[in-house]
């Protein structure tokens, strides 16, 4: 039986290195772009003003600034036990607190979330007023810091979900392959040396062929025949 040298064989052996790294690193990036991306969504808001409930806060709004602020509560602190005051008037219960345009939550249970969008309609002075009926933390920030939020949870999740489970198909499909191929290769390349060593032998110089095997063997056709007598 022919040797056959491992580094003839096609594809190459590197193909079992490349799918084998394909998994673990396919996997590896899947949960770091996860981890990234989650900790992106629930950075914690940076705030123009934070106060405890039974306080206040007074922020300035600028031209164009409608829809550009967000209350944030931290703890058991909520949006109905606050107020907002505008430059044309005090505030009468939820009036001047709207829905929140998307959701916002920090990783740890009582974490910063969203809550509300305040109504800043017009650029001036604005006071937000907050009982202590309920304990807990206030903040103003813009709404744009976390806008993002949810689509970085859902592509964070996306990638997690998909990318992974296709490192480890993708590197299963390139080690079989593999295997299969250089095993066919290594066949192929075994038939053709055995065909290769199988040499017909020359034939001698000078010499009569003899008569085929299962011919018939007659007479001469013309001539003395061995006991003496002519045909």
Known sequence: MPVIDGKELRPRS????????TIPVGGLVAVL????????????????AEFEGGDSAVFQVEEGQEGYWGLYVEGGANRFACELDTPSGPGYG????????????????????LTAEL??????????????LHPGTYGIGTLEQTASAEAKLITATLVLVI????????????????????????SRLIRERLQASVVPQPPIPGARPGPRAGA????PASGNAPDGTRH
């Open 216 to 219: 018939p063997q007659g007479p």
């Open 163 to 186: 990318l992974a489970p296709v490192s480890l198909i993708a590197g299963a499909v390139i080690l079989i392959v593999t295997g299969v191929r250089r095993s066919s290769h290594r």
């Open 119 to 132: 109504s800043t309609p017009e650029p001036g002075e604005y006071v937000l007023r907050c009982d202590d």
């Open 14 to 21: 590197r193909w079992y290195w490349i799918g084998g790294l």
């Open 94 to 113: 939820n009036d001047n607190l709207e829905t929140a345009p998307h959701s916002y939550s920090g990783t740890a249970y009582d974490s910063w979330r």
């Open 33 to 48: 772009v996860f981890v990234g991306l989650l900790l992106s969504a629930t950075a914690e808001p940076e705030f123009i």
